[in-house]
């Protein structure tokens, strides 16, 4: 009886099959240092060039000033399960620099992050 119990385990142990790890998220976007706004807002296209998780991405913006160090409110982030996205940089103050960090996370693994910083002014 305990060799059949133990048979039954060691076979149940060696069929289970793990779950792939989840694959890094990477993404692009067309937004580069040095970037010129026309006007108090600026549109960044990003591409997920990673495998979509099951439970998509979030996509978070933050924008500082650079003169004054001040936070400029973007908005709440945004869940989706699309690989491309356009999202808009609002209230550019004019004729001065601000940093912006594009921050893309996995839904399923809120550890599984990446993010690309700007610079950009609204002339």
Request: aromatic share 8%.
């Amino acid at each position: 009886m305990k060799k059949l119990l133990y048979t039954i385990l060691l076979v149940g142990f060696f069929s289970c099959e793990k779950a792939a790890p989840e694959q890094k998220i990477v993404f692009t976007m067309d937004a580069v240092n040095n970037s010129t706004a026309t006007g108090t807002n600026f549109p960044v296209a990003i591409t997920l060039t990673s495998a979509m998780p099951s439970q998509g991405i979030k996509i978070e913006a933050t924008t500082v000033n650079q003169s004054s160090g001040m936070a400029l409110p973007q908005g709440a982030p945004f869940s989706t399960t699309s690989a491309k996205n356009t999202i808009v940089i609002s209230g550019l103050p004019q004729q001065q620099w601000c940093n912006v960090t594009i921050k893309v996370t996995s839904n399923n693994t809120s550890t599984n992050t990446d993010s690309q910083s700007f610079t950009v002014v609204y002339k």
